[in-house]
Nanobody, 120 residues
Framework: QVQLVESGGGLVQAGGSLRLSCAASGNDFSINVMGWYRQPLGKERELVATITNRLPKYADSVKGRFTISRDNAKNMVYLQMNSLKPEDTAVYYC???????????????WGKGTLVTVSS
């Protein structure tokens, strides 16, 4: 089992920046993919960015504004969000696909989410 804990959400004015962090912990696991999804109020969860072996992938809506990075040694993933817009307001969820050796399987894991609010 892998646990994901996010931090760094909050309230920011449009045009501002925030940095989200996510720490993965657990027993005897190997992470394949880490990333971020978000869910605006009343809408479905959507991909923001993922990173695999240093290769990032971004949603079109955040390209050029958000940067995802990963520290494999610390099992951490970060999301630097610049030029924030009110439409970026959402609960941001950390995501990981990891191989659990005790369970001998790949699974998807989710954090509990952190709220990002961008005021106009």
């Amino acid at each position: 089992q892998v646990q994901l804990v996010e931090s760094g959400g909050g309230l920011v004015q449009a045009g501002g920046s925030l940095r989200l962090s996510c720490a993965a912990s657990g027993n005897d696991f190997s992470i394949n993919v880490m990333g971020w999804y978000r869910q605006p109020l009343g809408k479905e969860r959507e991909l923001v960015a993922t990173i695999t072996n240093r290769l990032p992938k971004y949603a079109d809506s955040v390209k050029g504004r958000f940067t995802i990075s990963r520290d494999n040694a610390k099992n951490m993933v970060y999301l630097q969000m610049n030029s924030l817009k009110p439409e970026d307001t959402a609960v941001y969820y950390c995501y990981a696909n990891a191989f659990s050796r005790p369970e001998y399987s790949n699974k998807d894991y989710w954090g509990k989410g952190t709220l990002v609010t961008v005021s106009s």
